[in-house]
């Protein structure tokens, strides 16, 4: 659950959509035609592509495409992409339902594209990959459809094979800046920050007033330790216009200076100039992390409480309320206040079915229900039943799930393990999940009397600048074994 792509990462969701708007127009056999009853319909979606790919205004962009729908509500990829201008998972399904109920009225390359949304939507992550690779065997020099490509590899972290169909993207266009850019991404989530550098570099030439361009790089450069230029990148974008994504990572930049008071005021500053709930709900979530990161689990709580509060306000949202549950109770883990995380277990159980979740939703959260289960046991050192509940989850998944969801898997059984006193398995395991599972491979080392290995890992921790839940709930307790050794 911890480690789900059931959320997107804000700079994933800004690349997508882009990509979602950013479609040629050009009539003929080899891009993706645009089929709708209304030539005004088809120029206002025209013009939202416009908007989005060249300003970012998404608030725009939300609104032309509800112009093109009120002139044609069977337009097909106009509902898809309204889907995605930030609501909930039912309102995303309600319009993405729409565009599926026209898949025999539009051209077929237009047809495998929506089912491939429709498959990712509900989890079906290679089918997805089959129906975009059928559309672009159907508009071969559409350099957006490879683009999708690239960045549907990214949502599930296959970035070699995304890195490809970005590079295709630049090959049917040399001057296409967001492919550039993108591959940019893809080197740096590759480890590979001296190309991405370069990449990043050559896009911003290419288009110097794409304020996400500069935040990409600001990330880069904080990923590297150099945070005051990545400050300095951020401010530059700001300075172009005050947009979310700009104040959320100058929030990170603060993060990573262990200036949490600053880190918050950005992120509330953030959700101030935010276009969408979804938006607000993640600059909360943020405000939460920065709690953590100081290691006041009673104000992060606190924190979270007032996040799923405005989700209840809002409407429209329920997941969000239970991925927030979730988070409060793996908050508890390395704090070892199990029965705050039984407490909130049992109220994960209750909002299964008492909250409004779309019918994928359902699907995914009752089958992590194991899973949460399973870590309370695996944290607490019960192995019988965390390897129970370890099984069952185990069970539920398709081949396809086991490896989106590996690290999660690689973390239960590094913890067994690890209870179980066989420290050189349980490291094996657990240096191939996320942070929390990290700290308690270096408790393993530690176990072992490797003290130089211990600390090695424990600074991997407490060094890294970027920013994330794990890394949030995980910082305090490597510093604090990091000054102990």
């Known amino acids: 659950m911890k480690n789900k792509i059931l959320n997107l990462a804000p700079c994933v969701v800004a690349c997508l959509v882009a990509a979602l708007m950013a479609f040629g127009f050009i009539a003929g056999d080899k891009v993706m035609p645009v089929t709708t009853k209304s030539d005004k ?113 990214i949502n599930y972290g296959k970035y070699e094979e995304g890195l490809e169909y970005a590079k295709r993207s630049s090959e049917l266009d040399p001057e296409l800046s967001s492919a550039i850019n993108l591959q940019g991404y893809i080197l ?58 700009s104040f959320l990572y100058l929030g990170h930049c603060y993060v990573a200076d262990n200036n949490y008071l600053a880190a918050r005021d950005n992120y509330l500053k ?25 290691g006041n689990l009673p104000a992060a709580l606190a924190a979270f409480d007032r996040q799923i509060e405005f989700n209840k306000q809002i409407g429209g949202r329920d997941e969000s309320i239970i991925s927030t549950t979730v ?12 029965a705050a995380y039984g407490k909130l277990l049992e109220e994960y159980k209750m909002y299964l079915t008492s909250l409004k979740l779309s019918e994928s939703d359902k699907i995914a959260f009752k089958q992590y229900a194991n899973l949460v289960e399973g870590y309370l046991y695996a944290y607490s050192g019960k192995t019988d039943l965390a390897q129970k509940y370890l099984s069952l989850y185990e069970q539920s998944l398709t081949d396809t799930e086991k490896d989106t969801y590996k690290s999660d898997l690689f973390e239960m059984k590094g913890l067994i393990d690890y209870h179980k006193g066989n420290y050189n398995e349980a490291i094996a395991s657990l240096e191939q999940a996320g942070a929390m599972a990290l700290y308690y491979a270096g408790l393993a080392y530690e176990k072992m009397g490797n003290v130089e290995k211990a600390k090695e890992t424990y600074a991997k921790i407490s060094n890294n600048k970027l920013t994330s839940f794990d890394l949030a709930v995980t910082k305090p307790f490597a510093r604090k074994r990091l000054a102990q050794l």
Not at 276 to 294: A, D, H, M, P, R
């Open 41 to 153: 319909a088809r120029a206002l979606f025209k013009e939202a592509q416009i908007k989005v790919f060249e300003t970012g205004d998404i608030k725009k962009v939300t609104e032309l495409l509800r112009q093109a729908m009120e002139l044609d509500k069977d337009f097909a990829l106009a509902n898809l992409y309204y889907g995605y201008m930030g609501f909930g998972s039912i309102e995303r399904e309600k319009y993405i339902k729409a565009a599926y109920e026209q898949r025999d009225k539009v051209s077929e390359a237009e047809k495998h594209f929506i089912q491939a949304y429709v498959n990712m939507t509900n989890g079906k992550r290679d089918e997805a990959f089959d129906e975009l690779k059928a559309a672009i065997g159907l508009a071969p020099e559409d350099k957006m459809l490879t683009m999708h490509m690239a960045y549907m590899f």
């Open 327 to 338: 988070n409060k109770a793996y908050s508890c883990l390395l704090y070892e206040d199990y």
């Open 188 to 245: 740096w989530r590759l480890d590979k920050p001296e190309e991405a550098e370069k990449l990043y570099a050559r896009s911003i030439e290419m288009n110097p007033e794409n304020t996400e361009f500069l935040d990409n790089y600001g990330q880069l450069l904080r990923g590297q330790g150099r945070v005051d230029e990545a400050i300095i990148m951020h401010t530059k974008a700001l300075n172009i216009k005050e947009k979310y994504l």
């Open 270 to 294: 953030a959700r101030d100039v935010s276009l969408t709930n979804g938006e607000k709900n993640f600059c909360l979530e943020s405000v939460g992390y920065t709690y953590l990161y100081e």
